[in-house]
């Protein structure tokens, strides 16, 4: 039974920082690519940072120069180390991520609540 896991979220004044973990369960045969989204209140869903298995990454613009996402293959772990955030990124985050079992499936996270407020 593959599971992804996500933690990390909390609450955090304006300019803080936090740091997402998430891990990838059960039987699988690679990771692809690992992402987070976001969903606000009211909002859609939406992409905040992608990287691929070779590590290459993308970021939304409204994160880009204030969140990095990594990722650690051998523990099956990808992260988002969120700084100096603002009100704006308060929202549920979730990991995706594609794993190949062996075909490629698309896996999400639980999410988890990062609130950004003084």
């Known amino acids: 039974h593959v599971q992804l896991q996500a933690s990390g979220g909390g609450l955090v004044q304006p300019g803080g920082s936090l740091r997402l973990s998430c891990v990838v369960s059960?039987?699988?045969?690679?990771?692809?690519?690992m992402g987070w989204y976001r969903q606000a209140p009211g909002k859609q869903r939406e992409l905040v940072a992608r990287i691929t298995s070779g590590g290459s990454t993308n970021y939304a613009d409204s994160v880009k120069g204030r969140f990095t996402i990594s990722r650690d293959n051998a523990k099956r772990m990808g992260y988002l180390q969120m700084n100096n955030l603002e009100p704006e990124d308060t929202a549920v985050y979730y990991c995706?991520?594609?794993?190949?079992?062996?075909?490629?499936?698309?896996?999400w996270g639980q999410g988890t609540l990062v609130t950004v407020s003084s």
């Open positions: 995706n991520a594609v794993l190949m079992r062996p075909t490629f499936n698309d896996y």
């Open positions: 059960g039987t699988i045969f690679g990771i692809n690519v």
